[in-house]
């Protein structure tokens, strides 16, 4: 396996952990994490923090360079707002576990020309799958419904 989307696989693990919805997320520039994250919004109680978005706090103020030079490793499909993220900063390839629990904005993102990878990976599918049987009420407030 992709050692960065382990690395991802790892803070969505943490994230479920901690008693939160296991999404993670890394930001590699030049074959190294300059940021990590999981979702957080129930840990945090927080409205914004998705695992990208965490990602990205946790990777700092970078220059513009940084970014339009680095990959994004998700465990799950970008929804509106990372997706946004993601073009904001410019990072040109993003690589997402699985999208069959969640379909995010891929579409978006590729006509704006960022490169999207989807593995369908079995332990990310498993984790999420996992998660929504065991506390569907968390998965609905997450996605909005």
């Given at each position: 396996?992709?050692?960065?989307?382990?690395?991802?696989?790892?803070?969505?693990?943490?994230?479920?952990?901690?008693?939160?919805?296991?999404?993670?997320?890394v930001i590699v520039h030049q074959g190294q994490i300059i940021g990590r994250g999981h979702n957080r919004r129930v840990q945090q109680g927080s409205a914004i923090r998705h695992g990208e978005m965490d990602a990205f706090e946790?990777?700092?103020?970078?220059?513009?360079?940084?970014?339009?030079?680095?990959?994004?490793?998700?465990?799950?499909?970008?929804?509106?707002?990372?997706?946004?993220?993601?073009?904001?900063?410019?990072?040109?390839?993003?690589?997402?576990?699985?999208?069959?629990?969640?379909?995010?904005?891929?579409?978006?993102?590729?006509?704006?020309?960022?490169?999207?990878?989807?593995?369908?990976?079995?332990?990310?599918?498993?984790?999420?799958?996992?998660?929504?049987?065991?506390?569907?009420?968390?998965?609905?407030?997450?996605?909005?419904?």
């Amino acid at each position: 396996m992709d050692p960065f989307m382990q690395a991802a696989i790892e803070e969505a693990e943490l994230g479920l952990a901690e008693g939160g919805i296991p999404i993670g997320s890394v930001i590699v520039h030049q074959g190294q994490i300059i940021g990590r994250g999981h979702n957080r919004r129930v840990q945090q109680g927080s409205a914004i923090r998705h695992g990208e978005m965490d990602a990205f706090e946790n990777a700092g103020r970078q220059p513009a360079r940084v970014y339009r030079d680095a990959v994004l490793y998700t465990t799950l499909s970008p929804c509106s707002m990372c997706s946004g993220a993601i073009l904001l900063y410019g990072i040109p390839r993003v690589v997402i576990g699985e999208n069959q629990t969640f379909l995010g904005e891929e579409d978006l993102l590729r006509s704006r020309g960022v490169q999207v990878e989807v593995l369908q990976d079995a332990r990310c599918v498993q984790l999420m799958r996992d998660f929504i049987a065991s506390k569907p009420e968390l998965w609905n407030e997450d996605i909005g419904e």
